[in-house]
């Protein structure tokens, strides 16, 4: 009879070990693969920010124009990419202009212009685990560089300085052209 042999045959346990091993292979394998595409995109985040604060630190009409300049650059680098890993926090993620880490510093608040991204990713052990298993990664990319004066600034310093001194048609140059 058939049923004589159930559960004497061990080359059938042999496969369900197996495959309960390989399972955990396969697992650890997934999570450290989704771990490292998480690592590769912050890098990329990371490098967006840097360039959205160097767009805010280069000379425009006004602040305003500057910091549009910077959401504009990093709009365009990380919206809308890498939806199965990421999501941005609070709305698209992105602010650009003052910040408020150094402002007890007091004459050094022009390093306090930059950009910053706030994003999520999910990492769970299995790749068929429900959401509610995952575990939520909050991550936040900033890059914060002096603003160079605005066209509008460096006027309202040369009338100034025009006016201080007597003399019109005052030639100033500073780091930025102005």
């Not at 159930?6 to 450290?32: C, D, H, R």
């Not at 595409?37 to 006004?62: E, H, K, P």
């Not at 910040?99 to 999910?122: D, R, V």
């Not at 685990?129 to 900033?142: G, P």
Request: with cysteine.
């Amino acid at each position: 009879m058939v049923f004589e042999n159930i559960g004497k045959n061990e080359e059938g346990q042999a496969v369900i070990e197996f495959i309960l091993g390989l399972l955990i292979v396969i697992s650890f394998f997934f999570f450290y693969v989704r771990l490292s595409a998480v690592f590769a995109i912050s890098n990329y985040i990371q490098y967006a920010t840097f360039m959205s604060a160097r767009t805010l630190a280069s000379s425009g009409r006004d602040q305003s124009v500057q910091e549009e300049n910077a959401k504009q650059v990093l709009q365009s680098m990380v919206s809308g990419k890498f939806k199965g890993l990421i999501k941005p926090k609070s709305g698209d993620g992105i602010f650009v202009g003052d910040g408020n880490y150094f402002s007890t510093l007091g004459p050094i608040e022009e390093w306090n212009h930059g950009a910053s991204y706030q994003f999520s990713a999910k990492l769970s052990f299995y790749p068929f685990s429900a959401n509610d298993q995952a575990v939520l990664l909050d991550l936040t990319s900033e890059s914060w560089m002096p603003r160079e004066r605005s066209e509008d600034e460096c006027q309202k310093a040369r009338s100034k300085i025009e006016s201080m001194t007597g003399v019109q048609n005052v030639k100033v140059e500073w780091d930025n052209g102005c």
